[in-house]
């Protein structure tokens, strides 16, 4: 329904009632039965009683259907009222904001002298400072903003909750305009997420840039403060690392506090932005078991900001050396990483494959150097109970490293193993890679001898193969006893099920002749001209019959097949088949464990594929920051020469990437992640002279593997809980991972921290806070603490009705940080102006958009339910009290219902027959009225409305009295 408003139809302005939920209107047929229910009930009360109670209960129940149905005024915009919104965060200086005031007042000037003009400033939480006010007594000065900006924190700048402020602020029926000045640097919240509401306001939203002009005020910062590893073994070393900004080049004088003592005063030079390395770091060695604090300050002349010069840093010192096994089969081919890890303090012991057991849990990290899965066996341990160790070994604090190299990973039959379920990362091969057509030819020996579980770990090799093949390469199956057959002729591998179901088929039986079943897989493989790469997989735990072995390999070798052998048990013919592999160039295994047989086969068809393996040199590209990696130059680090193609696991920590063709975003070069109590980590290439020949030399490679192997070997723990402390400025995130004696997690324990100042000299002081950890996953559990006073800290971790610390841990409470960057974030500052540029004539910003379709919204149920509650009382008030005037009694009703009806609405048609014939006389000659109606078209004026209206109710008031009487006919 359209109001007009205005002395005629052609200068007035609409005013319009919006209903949200019409459907509600249909509590208008109770309307009649609520007055005759009001007239039968107040029998006892005098006529004027009666009267007054009725009009008080229709206005209560109009008022409680036009809320229901959502009554809505939108009154018209023809006035501006303009927010404007200043960044006063730390990284905005003094001539940044005497730019935005100034621009401030040039915008005012363009403003209409009805305009309203208000202004808040912001950092991490908005103020008020001048409230909406007409434009000629709007005036600021930087004093004011000054001010103001005791109310708030400025070491954040939260654009989000400074534009959510600003939309509460606007009047109604007025055209709502903010200017936002700031940089852009976002630091807090995510303005993206109120954006939405802005536009859904219809509020015009510009932003201009606060450029920083290289000012002549100095001004410097101490960003953060690094100590790492925050875990250190007594007599290791420890760096300490600091990142500072300066607004121009300067010289500094820092000085490093260790326990409140002065440790070291060095002099400093700074460049203009943020300086890091050389100089900002410091070393340590922990010669006592605790937390040893740390103090920087930094101290410049004439800096604006010497506040800013402090931050605080914390390591924890235990009891030993971290010591080291490394896994190699040459012991030359593990001294390089073992002689770097030395010089870094930590101690190393080399072993070959076949001694590893239980002396394991002797050390704090374990590496395994491109080792086969076969090559773990011993008399001692199959290589499936050595996976096992190794796996239980890292669900308990243990730390874990493999390796790349071309017996690794996939390549080294860990495939489905409990070494790749540990590992971060998949060993299959990725199916986007493309590859070369390959056909592999099994020969399968199926005599007596391999009956059993022998057979069956057999065919399960077999099938393993297909599984790992390409739907177009090709797959044959010859089985051989005294007489050969094929069990799978060469095909393709698409119809895998097919060709397994014939692969399950095999029988043992019969005796053992080699060579006309290899001579059919060499004539078959040879006819076949489709495939780029043949290899021929030849299996048998027994003694062949005589014949000219050596001229049948080479001839398969010369047509470009290679053939590997795979000697089961003793009672094979190991040195034949040892030189068949040889003749054949291929690979020769040997196994007296059956269930090596699918690891070994596997291994075969990944390698003859060389699917995971990528032969070009290549400079490591940097993924997620670790702390392992900080401090390291990665410029100046040399190429790497290979590496395995693995898949990253979905909560792996990738931090190392290596390029790949099919790969935009690379394949992992460094994996890490946590297994219960311990850690592990993939390295796809090798730490030896051989992939990494040219890091031999890289003065960062023993100081990237001493990072590294910190980061991942055993901690100072105390039982079941491992505590770990994450500060990032105002917030410190603890993260709590359990696990039982089996390596079990530990779950649904109500587990707490007890937070304590922690004073140099005094230890632990009174508890600050007590904190709830909630499980996030298996056996971990995670905290979150902000705003905490500067300072440092020790958190103990508790356990409901465990009255004994499970776990300490110490850390630092740094001064939030402003000066990460600074200058104006050209890509922010375009996403916050979703409107365009602001426009350079600036009058525009004050034009109404759209004065004929620009409306605020008011709500009209609040009003009319207070309404309501105030004629309740009233109407009690009329039926209760008494006027000293006799009742009347109530009347039989007549039943002449059809005519009541027709005299009464014909009551009513010839009121509203009048009104409308009025406002239709007025509309059409446009003489002069004060309000216009409109539905539709159709007009009526506010008198002839209101005379409508009167004769209608009054008219309807004496028709139902009558018939109330007996008096209507």
């Not at 199916?431 to 070369?436: D, N, Q, S, T």
Request: include cysteine; glycine fraction near 8%.
């Amino acid at each position: 329904i359209n109001f007009w408003l205005g002395t005629g139809i052609m200068d007035g302005i609409y005013i319009n009632i919006l209903v949200e939920s019409p459907h509600f209107f249909i509590l208008l047929l109770f309307f009649p039965l609520l007055l005759l229910w009001g007239f039968r009930s107040q029998y006892e009360l005098t006529a004027k009683q009666k009267t007054f109670s009725l009009l008080l209960r229709s206005s209560i129940f109009f008022c409680l259907l036009f809320s229901l149905v959502g009554l809505t005024v939108q009154l018209p915009k023809h006035k501006v009222a303009l927010l404007y919104l200043i960044d006063y965060s730390d990284s905005i200086n003094s001539d940044q904001l005497k730019g935005s005031l100034q621009k401030i007042r040039e915008l005012t000037r363009q403003a209409s002298s009805n305009d309203l003009v208000g202004l808040a400033i912001f950092a991490r939480e908005p103020v008020l400072v001048q409230s909406f006010i007409p434009k000629d007594t709007f005036s600021i000065s930087e004093k004011q903003i000054r001010e103001a900006a005791k109310q708030i924190d400025r070491k954040r700048t939260n654009i989000e909750k400074a534009l959510e402020f600003g939309i509460s602020l606007f009047p109604p029926a007025y055209e709502s305009k903010i200017v936002l000045f700031t940089d852009g640097r976002e630091n807090q919240g995510k303005a993206s997420r109120i954006l939405e509401l802005v536009k859904g306001r219809g509020i015009q939203l510009w932003t201009f840039g606060m450029p920083r002009k290289d000012s002549k005020n100095l001004e410097t910062k101490i960003i953060d403060l690094e100590i790492f590893p925050s875990q250190s073994r007594l007599g290791e070393p420890i760096e300490g690392r600091l990142r500072i900004f300066s607004s121009q080049p300067t010289k500094g004088i820092l000085k490093i506090f260790k326990q409140g003592l002065l440790k070291e005063k060095r002099t400093i030079s700074l460049k203009k932005g943020i300086n890091q390395g050389g100089n900002l770091t410091f070393k340590d060695i922990l010669f006592e078991k605790g937390l040893h604090l740390y103090e920087v300050r930094l101290e410049v002349e004439k800096d604006k900001t010497p506040k800013n010069n402090l931050a605080y840093g914390i390591a924890y010192g235990s009891s030993r050396k971290m010591s080291v096994l490394i896994v190699e089969k040459e012991e030359e081919m593990a001294r390089p990483l073992q002689e770097a890890l030395e010089k870094e303090n930590i101690r190393c012991r080399w072993l070959p494959p076949e001694g590893l057991g239980p002396n394991i849990y002797n050390y704090d990290a374990l590496i395994l150097s491109d080792v086969p899965v076969t090559d773990l066996a011993s008399q001692d341990f199959s290589s499936d109970e050595i996976m096992a160790l190794i796996k239980d070994y890292v669900r308990k604090g243990g730390g874990f490293i493999m390796l790349g190299g071309p017996n690794s990973f996939g390549l080294g039959g860990y495939i489905d193993t409990d070494i790749e379920k540990i590992l971060p990362v998949e060993m299959d091969i990725p199916k986007k890679i493309e590859l070369p057509t390959i056909a592999i030819c099994l020969v399968i020996d199926k005599s007596g001898s391999m009956s059993g579980s022998k057979m069956e770990l057999a065919k399960e090799a077999s099938i393993k193969v297909v599984e790992l093949l390409k739907p177009q390469d090709w797959i044959g199956v010859v089985g051989f006893d005294s007489h050969y057959y094929w069990a799978v002729p060469l095909r393709t591998a698409s119809a895998r099920n097919e060709i397994i179901t014939k692969i399950r088929r095999i029988r043992a039986g019969g005796g053992t002749y080699i060579y006309p079943a290899l001579y059919q897989a060499y004539i078959k493989l040879n006819q076949n001209r489709e495939a780029k790469i043949k290899h021929i997989i030849l299996l048998t735990d027994g003694r062949t019959q005589r014949a000219n072995h050596k001229q049948l390999c080479q001839s398969i070798r010369g047509a470009g097949i290679t053939l590997s052998t795979v000697a089961v048990g003793r009672g094979s013919d190991i040195i034949l088949l040892r030189n068949m592999a040889r003749w054949g160039k291929g690979r020769f295994y040997y196994t007296e464990n059956f269930n090596n047989i699918p690891r070994i086969f596997t291994q075969e068809a990944m390698k003859i594929s060389k699917s995971t393996i990528v032969d070009e040199p290549f400079k490591p590209i940097l993924g997620i920051p670790a702390p392992y990696l900080k401090g390291i130059d990665w410029d100046s680090a040399p190429e790497l020469l290979s590496y395995v193609v693995t898949r990253p696991k979905k909560t792996a920590i990738v931090s190392l990437l290596a390029p790949h063709s099919d790969y935009p975003e690379g394949r992992p070069l460094l994996a890490t992640w946590q297994v219960g109590l311990g850690r592990t980590a993939a390295f796809t290439s090798d730490a030896k002279n051989r992939w990494a020949a040219l890091w031999m030399d890289w003065e960062g490679f023993g100081k990237f593997w001493g990072q590294v192997i910190r980061y991942i070997g055993r901690k100072k723990s105390h039982g079941q809980y491992q505590l770990e402390v994450m500060s990032l400025g105002e917030k410190v995130r603890f993260l709590v991972d359990g696990a039982d004696d089996l390596g079990e997690y530990l779950n649904g324990k109500e587990l707490f921290l007890e937070i304590h100042n922690f004073k140099k000299g005094e230890g632990k002081g009174k508890i600050q806070e007590t904190l709830p950890l909630h499980q996030t996953g298996p056996g971990r559990y995670e905290a979150e603490i902000k705003g905490l006073p500067e300072g440092f800290y020790s958190a103990s971790l508790r356990e409901k009705g465990r009255p004994e610390d499970l776990q300490n841990a110490g850390f630092s409470s740094v001064p939030l940080q402003e000066y990460l960057e600074v200058g104006v974030d050209a890509p922010k500052i375009r996403f916050l102006n979703p409107l365009g540029p602001p426009p350079k004539e600036e009058d525009k910003i004050w034009s109404l958009t759209n004065p004929d379709q620009s409306y605020s919204l008011i709500l009209l149920w609040p009003y009319l339910i207070i309404i309501s509650l105030f004629l309740l009382p009233l109407d009690i008030a009329v039926r209760r009290i008494r006027f000293g005037q006799k009742t009347e009694q109530l009347p039989a009703l007549p039943m002449r219902w059809t005519e009541i009806l027709i005299r009464s609405f014909g009551l009513l048609f010839g009121a509203a027959l009048l009104g409308g014939g009025g406002g239709w006389l007025y509309y059409t000659m446009e003489l002069p009225a004060f309000l216009w109606i409109g539905y539709h078209g159709v007009f009526i004026s506010l008198a002839n409305l209101l005379v409508a209206l009167f004769l209608a109710i009054f008219g309807g008031y004496l028709g139902w009295k009558k018939i109330l009487r007996g008096r209507m006919f």
